[in-house]
């Protein structure tokens, strides 16, 4: 834990390598210190069809799933550090969002 679970509008793959986006938000995780390495979980999902605010603008959205416990302090910081880093990637008209989501550890199920 923690999942960082990346949609983004198709068209951004002609902008940069998804492999790299997923690997700056793994590093971003890494980066907030708030989970070891080897619990960071990164993916990332294209969307092909979809309408931004009545437009087709392009758009990157991660959901940042932990287990309940950070501070709200702990999870600004951590999507901050996630949000600058997709920054530094796309152009300023592609539009970013981050969410941390608290997940309940009784009722997450892994194998």
Known sequence: MPHMVISYAKPVEKQLEIQKLVQK????????????????????????????????????HVDAKLFIGRTDEQKQDM??????KIATLVSDDVAISVEAIDMDKTTYLKR
């Open 25 to 60: 938000v793994w590093d971003a995780a890494d980066e907030s210190g708030l989970f070891t390495p080897e619990a960071i979980k990164a993916r990332a999902f294209p969307v092909e069809h979809f309408v931004t605010a009545n437009t087709d603008q392009l758009f990157i």
């Open 79 to 84: 999507t901050k550090r996630i949000f600058d």
